[in-house]
């Protein structure tokens, strides 16, 4: 099933043994473009700021109550290193986390993201590049909400922001953005923005560059937030834009 990540952002979370927290943030990989971890939470329960849950111990989200649970239970969560603080996360910290659960690290394995014909879209082969030259950088992690509100650079200027983003909560995998006309228009329109059309992400400037024009995302189909994505939704925001593209 698709997903709001901005949704889930206001969800909570619970443990196998029942202590409840609040999401803070997804982590995605911006290399693979798929989510990595969930920040949480957790109050008073334990004694860090933020603690960081590796996707393989999130399970499926629950709609209806607002809660996705967690394959792990509180002694799990409490015991796990203390994390770096702040964005972007190191290695390092990647690396002792791993060890706590003992899980595999994921870059030792991750070649490409799934591509799968049971899955639609299908999954982005080709990844957008990065304009910031991190030298220092050892990780390809990033925040949503550090991406949310970024400005979208289209071929001939600017024109909205990144509202959203939908991952699949099959394997987590961000297949879209969602752009926001809000700022650009007189009225607000939201729209899906298929990774394939994704050209490169600046964090110095804080904005994300198309391989579209502006008229493509102002004739777009519009997304309804408030209604569950649809897979033939989906097909008709991908094959609109892979018309524009065939055009050109």
């Not at 409840?20 to 971890?37: A, Q, S």
């Not at 111990?57 to 629950?62: A, L, R, T």
């Not at 595999?104 to 030259?133: C, N, Q």
């Not at 994704?198 to 309804?224: C, F, G, H, Q, T």
Request: net charge negative; charged share 30%.
């Amino acid at each position: 099933m698709k997903h709001s990540v901005k949704k889930l952002s206001k969800y909570s979370v619970k443990t196998q043994d029942g202590k409840e927290g609040k999401i803070k943030d997804f982590l995605f990989d911006e290399k693979r473009w798929i989510i990595r971890y969930l920040e949480a939470d957790f109050g008073s329960f334990f004694n860090m700021k933020k603690v960081l849950i590796p996707r393989l111990f999130i399970k499926n989200p629950d709609p209806e109550n607002e809660n996705i649970d967690l394959a792990l239970e509180g002694k799990d969560i409490e015991s796990c290193p203390d994390p770096d603080q702040g964005i972007p996360v190191s290695r390092a910290y990647e690396m002792e986390l791993n060890r706590h659960y003992n899980i595999d690290h994921y870059w030792t394995y991750d070649f490409g993201a799934v591509e799968s014909p049971m899955l639609f879209p299908f999954r982005p082969l080709d990844i957008p590049s990065k304009t910031v030259s991190e030298k220092d950088l050892d990780t390809h992690l990033r925040s949503f909400n550090e991406v949310e509100g970024y400005h979208i650079s289209t071929l001939d200027g600017k024109l909205g922001h990144i509202d959203d983003i939908i991952s699949d909560d099959y394997d987590w995998q961000i297949v879209h953005l969602i752009a926001d006309t809000s700022n650009w228009l007189p009225w607000s329109k939201k729209v899906i923005l298929p990774l394939d059309f994704l050209d490169k992400i600046s964090y110095v400037n804080r904005e994300v560059s198309i391989s579209l024009k502006k008229d493509s995302i102002k004739n777009a189909p519009e997304y309804d937030p408030d209604r569950t994505l649809e897979l033939n939704e989906e097909k008709t925001a991908y094959d609109f834009m892979s018309s524009i593209m065939m055009d050109k």
